[in-house]
């Protein structure tokens, strides 16, 4: 695991001996409290997923509004990344159960990702710099897991305090980029564990879906030395 400055964390004392570094809140501070508790909390009130998610709106805008909460260190590149690029994932919260997790992702200027999915429903803004994202849908019928068809659906550009929503299969594959002469920092709301979770890449010209595990920077997955 990388080593990214001083510990943040004060995760919760009901984690085993082996968690405690890897879940829980990595980041303790209240604005990250509050948005993962009102998660929480609207999670048993709105069974709705969409209904949900737009619930979470309000909540999700204070956190990329409030400034002085991310620790530099979570905010630079990772030239060990997992995404490649030098893009750096830092987990920020992380449900030991792997229902929910909360993430800085530190994308260099000029940098693109991969045209990924997530496979969870989520909320991703832009908390520092621009970003540029191109979103696709697939139009084949999923059958074959190594081959997808896409089409573009809709590309904008994502400025500090914008965001979106993902509400899988709806917008779930895109891919960023940083188009700010600063690295750009989006910070990503998501109903699972995403860097540990199997997704996949997409190769748009040939078709071909690679699956891949991204990884922390900042934290192990469970049962890999990511
Ligand atoms: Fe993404």
């Given at each position: 695991?990388?080593?990214?400055g001083?510990p ?12 405690r ?20 909390r ?11 998610v737009t ?6 805008a ?15 590149p990772?030239?060990k ?15 030991e159960?792997g229902?929910l997790?909360?993430?800085?992702l ?6 693109q ?5 997530h ?14 994202e191109?979103?696709?849908r697939?139009?084949?019928?999923g059958s074959?897991?190594s081959?997808?068809s896409?089409?573009?659906?809709r590309?904008?550009?994502?400025r500090?305090?914008e ?6 299969p709806?917008d ?31 190769d748009?010209t ?5 699956p ?15």
């Amino acid at each position: 695991m990388c080593d990214f400055g001083q510990p943040h964390r004060h995760p919760s004392t009901s984690l085993g001996a082996g968690d405690r570094e890897n879940f829980g809140f990595l980041v303790d501070v209240p604005q990250v409290r509050a948005l993962v508790e009102a998660t929480r909390r609207l999670t048993i009130e709105i069974p709705d997923t969409p209904a949900r998610v737009t619930a979470l709106r309000p909540a999700f805008a204070q956190l990329l509004a409030a400034n002085d909460w991310l620790p530099p260190e979570y905010g630079e590149p990772d030239l060990k990344s997992g995404m490649g690029g030098g893009i750096g994932q830092y987990a920020l919260y992380r449900a030991e159960d792997g229902s929910l997790c909360l993430f800085s992702l530190v994308i260099p200027p000029g940098a693109q990702t991969p045209i990924h999915d997530h496979l969870a429903w989520g909320l991703i803004g832009v908390y520092r710099g621009v970003q540029d994202e191109t979103v696709y849908r697939r139009t084949d019928d999923g059958s074959d897991e190594s081959r997808a068809s896409l089409e573009i659906t809709r590309q904008q550009t994502v400025r500090r305090g914008e965001f979106y929503t993902l509400l899988p299969p709806l917008d779930d594959i895109h891919f960023v980029k940083t188009v700010s002469d600063t690295p750009s920092i989006s910070i990503h709301l998501l109903a699972n564990d995403t860097a540990c979770v199997t997704r996949h890449r997409f190769d748009a010209t040939s078709g071909i879906v690679t699956p891949f595990r991204s990884g922390y920077s900042n934290a192990k997955c469970r049962d890999t030395e990511t």
